[in-house]
């Protein structure tokens, strides 16, 4: 059962519920979709999907979170206490299933191609240092133990490439089934790939790596909420495993 419980009013729904203080945006969000439980004693299979505008009487809204990492990403709580919307906004009142996979497969596809970008720009920045910084009498990426790191870099930022985009082509080339398992395979492996290469990276700067306030540091922190972000691998490989076994 879903948080949110959406009750039949004549012409309205009314919400009652809170939703995880992660949502995306949730501080600062105009509208939101809410997956809602309509009859609670079917559970599951009588949900629906309500646009809420956010302005409504009885919408409560939490401080933003503080993260290690993604800080310019809004996430935050969002209460509903008698929250009225019409019937007209609530989307669909059954089970809605594959509408799920939809999202889930376009959000884990998307966030593997953002994944990629951030795995890149680690690599590119520990490449464009490496030819400037001068140790032992040359650059250091006239040292065979550097050029070995870069080149494993550039190896996962292209891993990460591929696959991003075949599961985008797939999802593109699917209609009405999701490749639900390809996205999930994209998100968890871009991302354990973009923490291994900003962890390289940091390494290739050495003391500066280390420092506060570089580029080098701010990808990896990004990069390490993106193994939790929409999902730990573990729960995603789960779900991705039982798609497989389906086929
Ligand atoms: C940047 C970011 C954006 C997010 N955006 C949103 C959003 O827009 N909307 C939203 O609803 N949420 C959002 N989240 C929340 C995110 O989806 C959850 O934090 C994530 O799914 C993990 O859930 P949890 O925090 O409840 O951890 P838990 O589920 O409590 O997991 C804790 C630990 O237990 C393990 N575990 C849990 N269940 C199992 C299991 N069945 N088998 C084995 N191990 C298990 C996990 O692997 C993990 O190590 C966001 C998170 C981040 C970091």
Not at 83 to 108: A, K
Not at 142 to 155: E, N, S
């Amino acid at each position: 059962m879903t948080q949110l419980v959406a009750r039949h009013e004549a012409e309205h729904y009314v919400i009652n519920g809170e939703k995880a203080a992660w949502i995306s945006n949730g501080s600062i969000a105009t509208h939101a979709l809410c997956s809602v439980t309509i009859e609670p004693s079917k559970r599951m299979s009588a949900r629906g999907l309500a646009v809420v505008p956010l302005n409504a009487a009885g919408v409560s809204r939490s401080e933003p979170l503080n993260k290690l990492g993604q800080r310019a990403l809004n996430q935050g709580g969002i209460s509903f206490e008698q929250v009225r919307i019409p019937s007209s906004l609530m989307l669909r009142g059954g089970g809605y299933e594959p509408d799920l996979d939809w999202i889930f497969s376009f959000l884990n596809s998307a966030t593997a191609a953002v994944l990629t970008g951030l795995t890149r720009a680690a690599f590119e920045e520990a490449l464009t240092y490496s030819k400037q910084r001068v140790q032992g009498g040359k650059a250091i990426s006239q040292h065979q133990l550097v050029q070995r790191h870069l080149f494993d870099m550039f190896t996962k930022v292209e891993a990460c490439r591929a696959l991003s985009r075949a599961t985008l082509l797939y999802e593109r080339a699917s209609v009405g089934v999701p490749s639900l398992e390809h996205s999930i395979a994209a998100k968890t492996f871009c991302a354990q790939a973009a923490l291994e290469v900003a962890n390289e990276a940091m390494q290739v700067f050495g003391g500066y790596g280390i420092s506060t306030g570089q580029l080098s540091e701010k990808l990896f922190r990004d990069a390490r909420v993106a193994l939790v972000e929409h999902g730990i691998k573990d729960v995603l490989s789960l779900v991705g495993a039982r798609r497989i076994l389906q086929r």
